[in-house]
C-alpha cells in the first residue's frame, strides 16, 4: 500500500520550490518503504538528519528548514523526537489535509537504561510494535544510516569540498567583475567564510544578491574600502541579503532638463 501525497504538495512552485519536490519524494519514498516492510503503522517513516544530508546532498541547514516548514505546512507530523543516544526521529505523513495532528494524550516514558529513548512514546501510534522491536528498529535504522555515511563517507566529503570549491570560484569572480576587485578564491579565510555561508543553507544566487546589494550602496563612497570578502560573506550575510536596493532611474538621472525662459 503506497502513501497519497499531500495535497499542499501540489501547490508548491516547480521552479522556486524544487528543494522542497526533492524533500518530499524522499519522504514518501521512506514511508512507502515502511508501508511495505510494516516496521511501523503505515504512513510512519523513520527520520535522521545524517541520514538525508548523505541521500540528497543538501546541507545540514537546509534540512532542518525543509523539516520545519513541512511540519508548519502540516504535510508531516513529529511523533518520537531523536536524542543524542538515539539519533533517529520517527514522522507522520499526513496525507488527509483535515487531519487532526493531535496524537493519543495516554503516553509512556521509558528512561536511558530500558530502551536508551528518553522521548515520549505515544502508545496508540504503536500499537503494534512492541518495545524490543521498537528498539531494534531504530537500532537498525541508525545503523543503516552510519555504514551508508561510513561507506560513502570520503565520496561524500570530496562532493562537498568540490561544491565549496566551485562556489568559491563562482562567487569571487562575480564579486571582482561587480566591485572592480582582484581577490583570489583560494584565500583560506575567504573560502571558511564562504563554507560557513554554504553550510547555512545559504545558495549562489545568495552571495550574489549580496554582492548586488552592498555594491550599489558602497561603491564611490567612503564605504567602498569595505568591499571585501570578509566584510560581505560574515555573520552579517543573512542581513545583508535582506536589505533593499534602491534603484533609480537611470533615464532619470540622464534626462536633459528644457529650461524655458520668459521674455
Given at each position: 500500500?503506497?502513501?497519497?501525497?499531500?495535497?499542499?504538495?501540489?501547490?508548491?512552485?516547480?521552479?522556486?520550490?524544487?528543494?522542497?519536490?526533492?524533500?518530499?519524494?524522499?519522504?514518501?519514498?521512506?514511508?512507502?518503504?515502511?508501508?511495505?516492510?510494516?516496521?511501523?503503522?503505515?504512513?510512519?517513516?523513520?527520520?535522521?538528519?545524517?541520514?538525508?544530508?548523505?541521500?540528497?546532498?543538501?546541507?545540514?541547514?537546509?534540512?532542518?528548514?525543509?523539516?520545519?516548514?513541512?511540519?508548519?505546512?502540516?504535510?508531516?507530523?513529529?511523533?518520537?523526537?531523536?536524542?543524542?543516544?538515539?539519533?533517529?526521529?520517527?514522522?507522520?505523513?499526513?496525507?488527509?489535509?483535515?487531519?487532526?495532528?493531535?496524537?493519543?494524550?495516554?503516553?509512556?516514558?521509558?528512561?536511558?537504561?530500558?530502551?536508551?529513548?528518553?522521548?515520549?512514546?505515544?502508545?496508540?501510534?504503536?500499537?503494534?510494535?512492541?518495545?524490543?522491536?521498537f528498539k531494534d528498529y531504530?537500532?537498525?535504522?541508525?545503523?543503516?544510516?552510519?555504514?551508508?555515511?561510513?561507506?560513502?563517507?570520503?565520496?561524500?566529503?570530496?562532493?562537498?569540498?568540490?561544491?565549496?570549491?566551485?562556489?568559491?570560484?563562482?562567487?569571487?569572480?562575480?564579486?571582482?567583475?561587480?566591485?572592480?576587485k582582484n581577490f583570489k578564491?583560494?584565500?583560506?579565510?575567504?573560502?571558511?567564510?564562504?563554507?560557513?555561508?554554504?553550510?547555512?543553507?545559504?545558495?549562489?544566487?545568495?552571495?550574489?544578491?549580496?554582492?548586488?546589494?552592498k555594491s550599489k550602496q558602497?561603491?564611490?563612497?567612503?564605504?567602498?574600502?569595505?568591499?571585501?570578502?570578509?566584510?560581505?560573506?560574515?555573520?552579517?550575510?543573512?542581513?545583508?541579503?535582506?536589505?533593499?536596493?534602491?534603484?533609480?532611474?537611470?533615464?532619470?538621472?540622464?534626462?536633459?532638463?528644457?529650461?524655458?525662459?520668459?521674455?
Open positions: 500500500m503506497y502513501s497519497k501525497l499531500n495535497i499542499r504538495v501540489l501547490r508548491f512552485n516547480p521552479i522556486k520550490d524544487v528543494d522542497k519536490i526533492i524533500f518530499n519524494h524522499y519522504l514518501m519514498r521512506r514511508v512507502n518503504a515502511n508501508n511495505i516492510y510494516k516496521k511501523l503503522e503505515a504512513g510512519y517513516f523513520t527520520f535522521t538528519i545524517s541520514g538525508a544530508v548523505s541521500e540528497l546532498g543538501f546541507s545540514k541547514g537546509k534540512v532542518q528548514r525543509l523539516i520545519k516548514s513541512f511540519v508548519e505546512l502540516g504535510i508531516i507530523s513529529r511523533v518520537v523526537k531523536g536524542n543524542k543516544t538515539n539519533k533517529c526521529s520517527i514522522y507522520k505523513y499526513i496525507t488527509d489535509s483535515r487531519h487532526d495532528t493531535k496524537v493519543d494524550t495516554k503516553i509512556i516514558t521509558k528512561n536511558d537504561n530500558d530502551t536508551n529513548l528518553s522521548e515520549v512514546l505515544y502508545i496508540s501510534d504503536f500499537k503494534d510494535l512492541g518495545d524490543k522491536d531504530i537500532d537498525s535504522d541508525i545503523n543503516n544510516d552510519n555504514k551508508c555515511v561510513t561507506k560513502e563517507g570520503n565520496l561524500e566529503k570530496d562532493n562537498i569540498n568540490k561544491k565549496i570549491n566551485n562556489i568559491c570560484i563562482d562567487v569571487i569572480a562575480y564579486f571582482n567583475k561587480t566591485c572592480k578564491p583560494t584565500t583560506n579565510k575567504t573560502k571558511s567564510l564562504i563554507k560557513a555561508r554554504v553550510n547555512e543553507g545559504f545558495e549562489l544566487e545568495d552571495f550574489k544578491k549580496v554582492i548586488d546589494i558602497w561603491m564611490y563612497s567612503d564605504m567602498q574600502k569595505y568591499l571585501r570578502p570578509e566584510t560581505l560573506f560574515s555573520n552579517k550575510f543573512e542581513g545583508y541579503l535582506n536589505e533593499e536596493i534602491l534603484n533609480y532611474s537611470k533615464e532619470e538621472s540622464d534626462e536633459e532638463w528644457e529650461i524655458e525662459f520668459d521674455y
